[in-house]
C-alpha cells in the first residue's frame, strides 16, 4: 500500500486514484456523539470540559468501522477535530453548538496580544493530554496525527472578528502583520509539540482525522487558510503567503486544505510551490460555490502543472464518475463522504461501484 502512495505523491504512473473514505457526517458532533453528549448547547467550554475518555467509545467505533472500507486508507485519529484548538490557546472564548463548536472574538483592533507561555497555557495543555492518551489508546492500531489548526489568517479573523481582521490592512497593516506573526509562531510551536508526542507509525507518517488524509514515508503536515475568503489575492500574497512558507518547514511533506468557493490561492500556491498537495473541499453548489463543470478547469490546472491534487466531498456517484473521466488518475486521490458502511464503494479496475463492507483489504 506504501507503494501506491508514495507514487501518487511523486505523480508515477498509475490506473486508478488513490481512493480513502470520509466515514459519517460532515459536523464532528456527528462522528463523536458520546464525547459531545455531556456539552449543552451554548455552553462556554472550559480546558477542563475537554478530555480524552469519554471519547474513547467514538473513536473505537470509527476505528472498526474504517476497517470494513476496501480502500487505500486507514483509520487516522486525532484530538476532537470539532475544538477550535488554536483559537482557545490564543485566547477565545469557545463555546459548544449542536453539531460544532464556535469561537468568539477576544482581542481589539490595536490592542498587542498577550504574550503567551505556551507550555502553560491551559488549552495547550488539554490538546497535549488529550493527544497523549489517544497515542496510548491507538496501541499501535492506527496513525495519531495533530488536528487541523487553522491557520495565521484564520485565528487572527477569530481572535478580532470579521471586518475588523479586513479592516486592520487597511487601518493598520503593521499592527496586522505582528498580529499574524504572534498567530503563526504559536501554531509553529504547537505542531512541533504534538510532533514531538505522535511516534511515527510503523516507521511511516500520516496527517489526517479532518477533513482528508495523506500517509507517506516522511513527516507530513497539513494546514489551511479559510480566512483567504475575506482577503484579495494581493493581501493574501503580501500577508499570509510568508507565513506559509514557515508553516511548510514542519514537516517533509506539507498539503494546505482550500475550498471550491475560494480558488484564487491556487495560483498563488501553485507560483510559489510551497505546498507539496493540494486539497480541495468540494462544497456544495450554491452561493459562491461553484459547480463541477465550472471547477474542472482549475483542477485540470493543478494537475497540469505537476501538482498532487486531493479532493474531498459529498458528491453523487455520478459526480465522482465524472472527476475519474475528465481527471488523471496520475496525482489524484479521491476521498469522497461515505455517511454509512453499507455504503462504502468497492475499488476494481474500472473505479468505483456500490458494494457492501467487508471486501478485503487491496
Same mark, same amino acid.
Given at each position: 500500500? /506504501?507503494?501506491?502512495?508514495?507514487?501518487?505523491?511523486?505523480?508515477?504512473?498509475?490506473?486508478?486514484?488513490?481512493?480513502?473514505?470520509?466515514?459519517?457526517?460532515?459536523?464532528?458532533? *456527528?462522528?463523536?456523539?458520546?464525547?459531545?453528549?455531556?456539552?449543552?448547547?451554548?455552553?462556554?467550554?472550559?480546558?477542563?470540559? #475537554?478530555?480524552?475518555?469519554?471519547? !474513547?467509545?467514538?473513536?473505537?467505533? &470509527?476505528?472498526? &468501522?474504517?476497517?470494513?472500507?476496501? %480502500?487505500?486508507?486507514?483509520?487516522?485519529?486525532?484530538?476532537?477535530?470539532?475544538?477550535?484548538?488554536?483559537? !482557545?490557546?490564543?485566547?477565545?472564548?469557545?463555546?459548544?453548538?449542536?453539531?460544532?463548536?464556535?469561537?468568539?472574538?477576544?482581542?481589539?483592533?490595536?490592542?498587542?496580544?498577550?504574550?503567551?507561555? /505556551?507550555?502553560?497555557?491551559?488549552?495547550?495543555?488539554?490538546? #497535549?493530554?488529550?493527544?497523549?492518551?489517544?497515542?496510548?489508546?491507538?496501541?499501535?492500531?492506527?496513525?495519531? @496525527?495533530?488536528?487541523?489548526?487553522?491557520?495565521?489568517?484564520? @485565528?487572527?479573523?477569530?481572535?478580532?472578528?470579521?471586518?475588523?481582521?479586513?479592516?486592520?490592512?487597511?487601518? $493598520?497593516?503593521?499592527?496586522?502583520?505582528?498580529?499574524?506573526?504572534?498567530?503563526?509562531?504559536?501554531?509553529?510551536?504547537? #505542531?512541533?509539540?504534538?510532533? !514531538?508526542?505522535?511516534?511515527?507509525?510503523?516507521?511511516?507518517?500520516?496527517? +489526517?482525522?479532518?477533513?482528508?488524509?495523506?500517509?507517506?514515508?516522511?513527516?507530513?503536515?497539513? @494546514?489551511?487558510?479559510?480566512?483567504?475568503?475575506?482577503?484579495?489575492? $494581493?493581501?493574501?500574497?503580501?500577508?499570509? =503567503?510568508?507565513?506559509?512558507?514557515?508553516?511548510?518547514?514542519?514537516? %517533509?511533506?506539507?498539503?494546505?486544505?482550500?475550498?471550491?468557493?475560494?480558488?484564487?490561492?491556487?495560483?498563488? =500556491?501553485?507560483?510559489?510551490?510551497?505546498?507539496?498537495?493540494?486539497?480541495?473541499? /468540494? %462544497?456544495?453548489?450554491?452561493?459562491?460555490?461553484?459547480?463541477?463543470?465550472? =471547477?474542472?478547469?482549475? =483542477?485540470?490546472? /493543478?494537475?497540469?502543472?505537476?501538482?498532487?491534487?486531493?479532493?474531498?466531498?459529498?458528491?453523487?456517484?455520478? *459526480?465522482?464518475?465524472?472527476?475519474?473521466?475528465?481527471?488523471?488518475?496520475? +496525482?489524484?486521490?479521491?476521498?469522497?463522504?461515505?455517511?454509512?458502511?453499507?455504503?462504502?464503494?468497492?475499488?476494481?479496475?474500472?473505479? @468505483?461501484?456500490?458494494?457492501?463492507?467487508?471486501?478485503?483489504?487491496?
Amino acid at each position: 500500500m /506504501i507503494a501506491r502512495h508514495e507514487a501518487f505523491l511523486n505523480l508515477e504512473p498509475v490506473e486508478r486514484p488513490l481512493l480513502g473514505f470520509w466515514l459519517g457526517g460532515y459536523y464532528p458532533a *456527528e462522528q463523536f456523539p458520546r464525547g459531545t453528549a455531556g456539552w449543552r448547547d451554548g455552553q462556554e467550554l472550559r480546558p477542563e470540559d #475537554v478530555s480524552f475518555a469519554p471519547f !474513547a467509545a467514538d473513536y473505537e467505533n &470509527l476505528f472498526r &468501522l474504517h476497517q470494513q472500507a476496501d %480502500d487505500d486508507f486507514f483509520y487516522v485519529g486525532s484530538a476532537y477535530w470539532g475544538i477550535p484548538w488554536m483559537e !482557545a490557546i490564543l485566547g477565545c472564548p469557545v463555546f459548544a453548538t449542536g453539531t460544532n463548536c464556535r469561537a468568539e472574538a477576544c482581542l481589539v483592533a490595536a490592542v498587542s496580544p498577550p504574550q503567551l507561555e /505556551i507550555e502553560q497555557n491551559p488549552w495547550f495543555q488539554a490538546l #497535549v493530554r488529550f493527544t497523549e492518551e489517544l497515542v496510548a489508546f491507538s496501541d499501535g492500531r492506527f496513525p495519531v @496525527c495533530p488536528p487541523l489548526l487553522r491557520g495565521p489568517g484564520d @485565528c487572527a479573523s477569530a481572535m478580532l472578528g470579521g471586518i475588523p481582521f479586513v479592516m486592520g490592512f487597511h487601518d $493598520d497593516p503593521d499592527w496586522m502583520q505582528a498580529l499574524l506573526r504572534h498567530c503563526s509562531q504559536t501554531r509553529l510551536a504547537v #505542531v512541533r509539540a504534538l510532533q !514531538a508526542v505522535t511516534p511515527p507509525w510503523h516507521e511511516t507518517h500520516a496527517a +489526517g482525522g479532518y477533513p482528508s488524509k495523506l500517509w507517506c514515508r516522511r513527516p507530513v503536515a497539513y @494546514c489551511q487558510e479559510d480566512s483567504a475568503a475575506l482577503l484579495s489575492p $494581493d493581501l493574501f500574497r503580501q500577508f499570509l =503567503l510568508p507565513l506559509h512558507r514557515e508553516q511548510c518547514r514542519v514537516a %517533509d511533506v506539507n498539503f494546505i486544505h482550500l475550498h471550491s468557493s475560494c480558488l484564487y490561492p491556487v495560483d498563488i =500556491l501553485l507560483e510559489n510551490r510551497c505546498y507539496d498537495v493540494l486539497e480541495i473541499n /468540494i %462544497d456544495h453548489p450554491g452561493g459562491s460555490s461553484p459547480t463541477l463543470p465550472e =471547477l474542472l478547469p482549475t =483542477l485540470k490546472l /493543478i494537475q497540469s502543472s505537476r501538482v498532487p491534487l486531493l479532493l474531498w466531498g459529498e458528491l453523487t456517484t455520478g *459526480e465522482w464518475d465524472t472527476l475519474r473521466r475528465e481527471l488523471s488518475p496520475v +496525482g489524484l486521490s479521491l476521498q469522497p463522504i461515505v455517511r454509512q458502511a453499507d455504503e462504502f464503494p468497492t475499488i476494481n479496475g474500472k473505479g @468505483c461501484s456500490k458494494g457492501g463492507p467487508g471486501a478485503t483489504r487491496p
